[in-house]
């Protein structure tokens, strides 16, 4: 049974058009990230939650938020996507500084 | 910053030949990860490991925590078609955030 759950796992946007990228955990993980992986390349992380605390990094554009409404349910929100926002989004869950595991993924295509 | 350097990039074997993949880095990591993706897909943990020197298999895999907790191999033996993929190693950081090498791509030859 899948542990991380991303929904959807293809999503289609229009260039500028706000979207939401959901993930849900049954593993009770304290942490949640979110990674933005481009073809052939490693995930990049983009911003974690340690708890209730936000953890955003540096190079992280402000076109990318996140909302974690409660422990199982974390969301990436890109206010106005645009052409070089068109990635893998893995969410991955980890308890405290363990090992981390990842969703399948939500494949963002932006036209 | 913390970086990774994953090597082969790539790999080309037969079916049945075993296979070695590495990572090395400049910064101690407290627990090295390697994880194995599919196309399409997130992931996947294959072992972890979390003493520097420690050996540990899982399956056909096994893989080691470099003594200086700055490198870490991966082996795969009796390689089959269904280990084609991508296999990332990655560091862990005292912090709990992951630093991910480039990545060995597979391709096993039936």
């Known amino acids: 049974d899948a542990m991380v759950i991303q929904n959807p796992r293809y999503q289609v946007t229009q260039f500028g058009k706000p979207v939401t990228l959901s993930c849900s955990q049954t593993?009770?993980?304290?942490?949640m990230y979110w990674y933005q992986q481009k073809s052939s390349q490693a995930p990049k992380l983009l911003f974690h939650?340690?708890?209730?605390?936000?953890?955003n990094e540096a190079d992280t554009p402000d076109n990318f938020q996140s909302r974690r409404p409660n422990t199982s349910f974390c969301f990436l929100d890109i206010r106005s996507p645009g052409l070089g926002d068109a990635a893998m989004y893995l969410c991955?869950?980890?308890?405290?500084?363990?090992?981390?595991?990842f969703g399948s993924g939500t494949q963002l295509s932006v036209l | 910053g913390q970086q990774l350097n994953q090597s082969p990039q790539s790999m080309f074997i037969q079916e049945g030949e075993d296979v070695s993949m590495n990572c090395t880095s400049s910064?101690?990591?407290?627990?090295w990860l390697w994880y194995k993706q599919d196309p399409g897909e997130g992931p996947v943990l294959l072992i972890a490991?979390?003493?520097?020197?420690e050996l540990t298999s899982n399956g056909r895999l096994t893989a080691q925590f470099g003594i200086t907790r700055k490198d870490s191999f991966l082996n795969i033996s009796a390689s089959i078609p269904s280990d084609v993929g991508i296999y990332f190693c990655?560091?862990?950081?005292?912090?709990?955030?992951?630093?991910f090498g480039q990545g060995t791509e597979l391709s096993v030859k039936p």
């Open positions: 991955a869950t980890a308890r405290g500084n363990e090992k981390l595991f």
């Open positions: 593993l009770n993980h304290n942490v």
């Open positions: 939650y340690y708890d209730k605390d936000f953890n």
């Open positions: 910064s101690i990591f407290n627990t």
């Open positions: 490991l979390y003493k520097a020197g």
């Open positions: 990655a560091g862990q950081n005292q912090g709990g955030k992951l630093i």
